[in-house]
């Protein structure tokens, strides 16, 4: 009898933690904890980073051991947990391992061991090998890094990291994200950006800065600070063509300015934009700093990455937007590493991206006939 009982209320207990525990709620855990201790180790390198601790990689663009150490410590979280998720990551150890002497990849696994080991705070589970006593081996670490490689493709679950999105924005000392993403056939349903240098308020820009923005597919947008645990749901507020302000890149050769001015003047905008490097766009359009994120080709052929789009794109549609590429269709995630040819993203609120769509094909359609 005793034991009937004791059987029941286990199905009982059991069934309810079922029904009340919402999708993808072990991943959104992982992921901000993953994103929080990223977010410090990217800081704490900016903080100490000297000369020589920056290559170029064969694009030209820089990657800094904070890109190493932040793409080993999330891949290392992620395997722990999810061993059998593929990861397609920014990053890989080639030029690591082939490094005379020791210097970049010795500072790599300092960081990136000091990130695993410390203290676990609300939220971090110790199963995801972070914690005292979790260090690796530099083996390790360097394959943690290349477990980045996975191709990606339109089936099944893989994640993105992008362990330093804004790469130069970081060694200017401005606007940079760590960004991580969960896909399960090819559509983006956890996405996570952590943005250690964004003022939290964007109307107090001397303020506290640090924020990390959180989306999960049919569960909205939220804010939370670097400093601590509490969630903000967002909601982009409602922008009319006459109060819209537009967010792009600082670098000119990611996203043309040219073609965003003239953007501007057929949509009648007189608000300057605001510059920024990397997705931290995303989570600014997302909580109405702006009221849209444009991204113009340069004409370089570049292929645009999905680590760069993915987490942004589930941001703004969760806070109620729209993200699509100048054609008006949504970014395809299922291409592999990149989104294929570049027409670039044009993210904005319900009411105007209609507007904004119209305005960027007759910019782009004047261009291409010029
Ligand atoms: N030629 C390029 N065109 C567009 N984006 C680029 C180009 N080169 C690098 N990027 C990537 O653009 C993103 C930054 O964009 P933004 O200008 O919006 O800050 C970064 O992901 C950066 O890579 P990285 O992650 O290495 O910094
Ligand atoms: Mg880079
Ligand atoms: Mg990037
Ligand atoms: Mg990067």
């Known amino acids: ?24 709620a072990s991943e959104r ?48 979280m992620l395997t722990h947990a999810f061993p059998a998720d593929p990861i397609v990551g920014e990053e890989d150890a080639a030029e690591l391992r082939a490094e005379e002497g020791k210097t970049l990849r010795e500072r790599i696994i300092e960081l990136a061991n000091q990130a695993l080991v410390s203290p676990l705070v609300e939220g971090d589970k110790v199963e995801w090998g972070i914690g005292p006593g979790q260090t690796k081996t530099s083996a390790e670490l360097l394959d943690a890094i290349d477990r980045g490689n996975y191709n990606g493709g339109r089936i099944g679950r893989m994640w993105t990291i992008d362990p330093i999105d804004g790469t130069k924005g970081f060694l200017r000392g401005e ?22 240098n964004l003022p939290f308020d964007a109307s107090k820009p001397e303020g506290e800065r640090g924020c ?11 804010q939370i600070p670097l400093s601590s645990y509490t969630e903000t749901r967002l909601t982009m507020p409602t922008f009319t063509p ?45 909580r109405g700093d702006g009221g849209l994120y444009l991204r113009m080709p340069t004409g370089v052929g570049y292929r645009e990455k999905i680590w760069d789009h993915a987490p942004g794109a589930l941001l703004v549609e969760e806070a109620g937007g729209i993200v699509t590429d100048s054609r008006g269709l949504p970014l395809d ?38």
């Open 1 to 24: 009898m005793h034991n009937r009982l004791r059987l029941i209320l286990g199905i009982i207990s059991r069934s309810s933690t079922t029904m009340s525990t919402p999708p993808f």
């Open 29 to 76: 855990q992982l992921a901000i904890s993953a994103v929080r201790r990223a977010c410090v180790l990217t800081s704490s390198v900016f903080n100490k980073l000297v000369k020589n601790e920056t290559l170029t990689k064969g694009d030209k663009s820089p990657v800094t051991v904070g890109d190493y150490a932040a793409q080993a410590l999330i891949s290392v």
């Open 175 to 196: 606007q940079f994200a760590v960004c991580l993403s969960l896909l399960v056939d090819a559509q983006v349903q956890v996405g996570i950006i952590g943005c250690p």
């Open 212 to 222: 990390i923005f959180v989306a999960v597919r049919g569960q909205g947008c939220h």
């Open 242 to 286: 006459s109060s819209l302000n537009f967010l792009e890149s600082v670098e000119a050769l990611h996203s043309s300015h040219s073609t965003t001015d003239t953007i501007s003047s057929i949509l009648g905008i007189t608000r300057p934009p605001v510059r920024m490097d990397s997705q931290a766009k995303y989570g600014c359009l997302a």
């Open 333 to 370: 995630f299922g291409l592999g590493r990149t989104l294929g040819e570049n027409f670039g993203v044009v993210a904005a609120g319900k009411a105007v991206h209609a507007a904004v769509l119209d305005a960027v094909q007759q910019a782009t359609g004047a261009k291409a006939k010029a």
